[in-house]
């Protein structure tokens, strides 16, 4: 086996230095009735050659964002990355660490998160960041299961207009907690939460209220009545937001938010066919033993220089059992790096320029689309890099058809119960020409 | 890696205007912002990002990169972390575009090749495990914990057993495993182990009962021994009504050998980022399906991939618990696992766990006269010393694995397990060559000997690493976690 | 009003004074737990029931909780400790006590060692 140094003489040696005979002495404190005595079904071996080979044919399969202009999103999105950021997160050093356990020996992984979590702070206007979660989704269901901590109720308002994925994830592990779940209901002209509506749950025992912002169809919500409400009854504000439109909207420490968490796919990630990318979490400085995961902060050496190291600890798994925050040990260490790595060089004035330009060209494709008779604008509130249209079109077989010229199309929404519906996502990668050509075939496909 | 000079953060290394990568023109006419959003959403002041050049930012991470020790740069033996050598081609592979570049909500007959992988994948990993099923969405091995536990929960929901609230966990378990009890709401109920290291049976005995929603179980457990009473074990607990989970961090030590399934087990975790070769990125992303037996298949999370005829559809699962995460998992990560079994073949994969095992009982064999040994008996793929012999010296366990480091050497584990004192936990993995154990060994008894003769050499460890011992009281006592501008 | 020093056999020091008795963890104890760095302190007015948790002890990789040594009511807590968690390991006599109770019932302290008890106890720990 190419990836095993022991030759054959070796394993001997070993065997005889051990006073055994054969390899299988070593497994003889396995019951006879356990050991397997066939041979495993599965392919292979294949050399390098062959390898590549294989994986190529089944790339070949698929027809990626290379090949087609893309206007999906709904949660994965075709951004631009920074070619420096696969160079870097392909260095063995970072790439091959485990944990770092021992921070004389991994500063290198330690300062990357503490600048990380640094950035996270700064994105969102909060005081602390843990060093990243699975994914937005199951982030924001631990964040839901902390204000139910934090607060000891437990009910969680949740909005209609949450991505129904989320939805789903937060509701499986809040009902393993047996945690009940009230809905805000949708404001079907502003496709915002209801606020005429607000009077219909029961805030006086709610952990926490959530809000997406944008929420799935791209629009903003209204957090400041939401944010009113919940912390008059004691509750916390707890936000899911998009990275990217943090370089435009107003961060959440400053609209009072309690626990925010994100999806960070958005940052310099591949899309993947959805994984992995990383969950963002962060919180105020009165929550922080609260935080679930990883976290790391500064100290000095025993010369009193300037180090990095995992802390809090006694919140996590490993110290503290049945009673720690959440289980979670692995997380997603080498994307929150990678999208270090994408703020750094994006910088201040380039982050800026990514969210200006998403908003931009969203605007300019909503508006173009608008032009074909038979669509029309699903929702009245202002939106940033997604919108829906309505249309009375079968959306899946126009997105087949325009499969054929080159587009993905935008989401049809009937997997989620809105067949009229079509969630479309302009990132700053579109230019105005894909944009052109994609509303002269849909104008041609629909009439 | 000795580079003493501190790195600046890379917020200290900006300077006002300075960019580093830059966006094509803006070609659609632009709409004033405050037309397109309200000025009460829009932040004042924008994120204080650094402002630095490209090459800046490629220095600065490459140096960071200089003060971290990765499996690439030297042995690595982390107890239950099975830190064994990242193919590159696997890199190589997941950065097809056909893989990398492909969105989860394309129709399906966009991404068939993806399917497929995720379908392969999937009935391999069953074969391994002796099991029916897989799901892949799990991201890390206590997210499949967690999932596995949920589609216990369910199982025993769905036939009308739903007080069945006790989860059965060894004292030696991870400490993942009482946690995730706790994320499903179950009560954790403690099993002790026996003088083998084992699993006490007769205690398990009295601990089954009306209640009992199942045992976790490691196997090798967290000793680096096997359970010799698998089968019992899972007799008692399957007599009981319960189920077995198998938490497979450490199933290095038995591709090929042993199938969970065949041993009782109804669920099986794979922690990919370990025993299939997915680097680990400093602390992910793994990946940690699991694969069930055919009763518990319809409750799975999902989507699952199913191949009809030459398709390949996503599908829910009958009794579905519903999804983990978002989409699919960490299809990347996976996709590398998939490549691994590949590489390997049946005869490949029985070849890393019996090497695994043949380099873990060389290593103990080497090192039981100078250390404790708790449990001298054949090991797995890893064992399990004591420090408990260097305290006469003024010197403890996290002495030695700071003095490791001097010598190029990430430490093992240690303080785990728990049942052991000053535990040092040691697994070398297949892919490391003699003559490394053979150095490391040697390293080992030098530094027992150090222990004795200049004990301070251990207690002011490390002396030759980018920082010094870190303090970290100080951090844990006043937390400080992230720059502010002086 | 006479003071008197008594320990538990979980390691806490008990001063009385009277009804109310001062709590805190021993020189041994905070030896063994290493460097405290966070204290979760009770409220006060809460009943704790002697023999149950009533605060807690990070060390950085360890939790241990705190035992209500007697029954009453918490009337004191050392919020010194929210910002020097420290003082435990420092003072743990005196600048590190943890809580005062004011007892149920007087006659409880009776079943605790005094100094020269605790320090045999401790040989054979």
Known sequence: MRYIPITEDERREM????????????????????????????????????????????????????????????????????????????????????????????????????????????????????????DGASALAEACLMACAATRRELVILPATLHPEWQEVVRLYLENQDVAMVYLPQDPQTGTVDLSRLDEVPWAEAACVVVQQPNFFGLLEPVAELEKRVHENGGLLVMAVDPISLSLLKPPGELNADIVVGDGQSLGQAMGFGGPAFGFFATTDKLIRRMPGRVVGETVDAEGKRAFVLTLQTREQHIRREKATSNICSNQALNALAATIYLSVLGKQGFRDVGYQCLQKTHYLKQRLLEIPGLKAAFSAPSFREFALRGAVDWAEINRRLLDHGFLGGLPLARFGQPELALFSVTEARTKAEMDAFVSTLRGLIS | MTVRANVPLIFERSTPGRRGYRLPELDVPETPLEELIPQEYLRSEPPQLPEVSEPEVVRHYTQLSRLNHGVDVGFYPLGSCTMKYNPRVHEDLVSLPGLSAIHPYQPEETVQGALELIYNLGEHLAAIAGLAKTSLQPAAGAHGEL???????????????????????????????????????YKVVEVPSDERGGVDVEALRKLVGPNTAGLMLTNPNTLGLFDENICEIAEIVHAAGGLLYYDGANANAILGIVRPGDTGFDVVHFNLHKTFSTPHGGGGPGAGPIVVSKELAPFLPGPVVEKEGDRFRLVMPEHSIGRVRSFYGNFLVYAKAYAYILSHGPEGLREVSETAVLNANYMMNKLKDVF????????????????????????????????????????????FPLIVDEAIMIEPTETEAKSTLDQFIEVMRQIAKEAEEQPEMLTSAPHNTPVKRVDEARAARHPVLRWRKA | ?????????????????????????????????????????????????????????????????????????????????????????ESPLDKGWIAEIELDDAAQVGDLMNEQEYAEYLKGV
């Open chain 3, 1 to 89: 009003m006479s003071e008197k020093l008594l320990y538990t056999k979980e390691h806490e020091w008990v001063l009385v004074k009277g009804s109310v008795v001062r709590v805190g963890i021993s020189d041994y104890a905070q030896n063994e737990l290493g460097d405290i760095v966070f204290v979760d302190l009770p409220s006060v007015g809460d009943v704790v029931e002697e023999g149950e948790g009533f605060a807690v002890l990070e060390s950085v990789k360890a939790v241990s909780d705190v035992y209500a040594p007697v029954s009453g009511r918490i009337v004191a807590v050392n919020e010194a400790l929210e910002d020097s968690p420290e003082l435990i390991n």
């Open chain 2, 372 to 415: 404790e040994l708790p449990y001298d008996r054949i090991c797995m793929h890893e064992f399990v010393l004591s420090g408990s012999g260097l305290k006469k010296h003024g010197v403890r366990t996290l002495d030695l694995a700071k003095r490791l480091s001097d010598y190029g050497y990430h430490a093992p584990t240690v303080y």
């Open chain 2, 147 to 185: 999932s596995g536990l949920m589609v216990i929960k369910a199982y025993h929901n769905h036939r009308g057993e739903g007080h069945r609230n006790e989860m059965i966990v060894p004292d030696s378990a991870h400490g993942t495993n009482p946690a995730s009890c706790a994320m499903v709401g």
């Open chain 1, 15 to 134: 065997l005889t230095s051990l006073g055994l005979e054969k390899i299988d002495d070593l497994f003889q404190d396995i019951p006879q009735e356990a050991i397997f005595q066939g041979e495993l079904d599965v392919p292979g071996p294949l050399s390098e050659a062959e390898l590549i080979r294989h994986f190529r044919e089944l790339a070949a399969k698929n027809q990626d964002a290379t090949k087609l202009v893309s206007f999906l999103g709904a949660g994965v999105y075709d951004h631009l990355t920074p070619s420096i950021i696969k160079h870097i997160i392909g260095r063995g050093e970072f790439l091959t660490a485990y944990t770092p356990y021992q921070p004389e020996i991994t500063q290198g992984v330690l300062q990357s998160i503490f600048e990380y979590q640094t950035m996270i702070c700064e994105l969102t206007a909060m005081d602390a960041a843990n060093a990243s979660m699975y």
